[in-house]
């Protein structure tokens, strides 16, 4: 993606003490709003940016809630 609007997550889990990837994320950014919405072929990913921290949820194609995520970043 390469609009003004558009950026990429590189996503990754903590495991038992391991990091691991999971994979880009193409996504679009409201500015005004801070919002992200991430699309992959599972469903849509949700996220609001908020001074230091991340929150979102992914729904499946049927809108079902299937993970949220909540983040901080470290001082």
Known sequence: MKA???LTLDAR????GEEQAMGVLGCRLAPLSGQLTCT???GVWHFSVRNDSLTGELRLLD???YRE???MRAP
Request: proline share 6%.
């Open 40 to 42: 992959m072929p599972q």
């Open 69 to 71: 995520v909540r983040t």
């Open 63 to 65: 809108n079902t809630r």
């Open 4 to 6: 003004a609007d558009s």
């Open 13 to 16: 889990k903590i495991v038992r």
